[in-house]
């Protein structure tokens, strides 16, 4: 179980996360939220990239707050792809057996789960980006996490290429049962991987009852301002 208490975030004067509490547990928790609401902190200060001003975080009822990330046992899937350009998909995957994480009959249980097993000699860039986003999964998998954090993992692929991945990635994670959370602001992403959802606007997290209700408050956030901007906003009023 994941359990986030009161968590804040301040870079200078803008506080961006703002006392975020969450507890999730043998689920997939989506967090729908807009660009700069504060997802990627939140999931950076999890995963002990980033410190945060207040607050703590369990694991499987484990403080966790102060220790450096590789003493978490989280499983962080970054916004932006970080697979080894100079490693094979196979080498990319088996990295983490380096540090003594993950078993060999684990991965070989990964990549057939994720459907890998004819790209493993390629190098990252040979792949299409649904490939990279497979072997972006089975490489965080690998090293048996207790908790995973992905951070829009596939907002740069094509509609068509999601529909088919979603499931299942969902179909893995669920079969794993570990903590899942998912940051994204695409709400057909939400529908179709989450099994409970919430929303942050502006850096405060609100739990809902479904994709559509988070999407909804958020719609409902968004004011003239953000729309027109600051000039249309002076004239209306
Ligand atoms: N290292 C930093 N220093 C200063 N400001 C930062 C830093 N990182 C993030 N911010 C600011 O914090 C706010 C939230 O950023 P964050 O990356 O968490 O948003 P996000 O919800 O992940 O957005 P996106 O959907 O675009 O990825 C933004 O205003 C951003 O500019
Ligand atoms: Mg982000």
Redesign the pocket.
């Given at each position: 179980m994941l359990k986030i208490a009161n968590l804040s975030k301040s870079?200078?004067t803008?506080k961006?996360i703002k006392n975020v509490s969450l507890t999730v547990g043998s689920e997939i928790r989506v967090v729908l939220?807009?660009?700069?609401?504060?997802?990627?902190?939140?999931l950076?200060i999890v995963a002990g990239i980033?410190a945060s001003d207040n607050g703590k975080i369990l694991i499987d009822k484990r403080d966790v707050t102060a220790l450096p990330p590789e003493d978490r046992h989280v499983g962080y899937v970054p916004?932006q792809a970080s697979l080894f350009k100079h490693l094979s998909v196979r080498e990319n995957i088996r990295y983490c057996l380096r540090n003594g994480r993950g078993a060999e009959a684990d991965i070989d249980q990964l990549v057939e789960m994720l459907k890998i097993e004819n790209v493993l000699d390629k190098k990252p860039e040979a792949l299409s980006g649904g490939f990279q986003s497979r072997v972006s999964l089975a490489r965080t998998l690998a090293s048996q996490p207790h908790v995973m954090l992905m951070?829009?993992p596939l907002s740069d692929l094509d509609l068509a290429i999601k529909e088919k991945l979603i499931p299942e990635f969902r179909k893995v994670l669920k079969k794993l049962g570990i903590p899942v959370l998912y940051?994204t602001?695409d709400l057909s992403e939400a529908q179709l991987l989450g099994d409970r959802f919430s929303c942050?606007i502006e850096?405060v997290l609100s739990d809902a009852d479904s994709a559509e209700k988070a999407f909804g408050l958020i719609r409902e956030s968004i004011s003239d301002y953000d729309l027109h901007g600051p000039a249309q906003h002076q004239l209306r009023n």
């Open positions: 870079f200078g803008h961006v939220g807009l660009n700069g609401c504060g997802k990627s902190t939140m950076k980033l916004q951070d829009e940051v602001h942050m850096g």
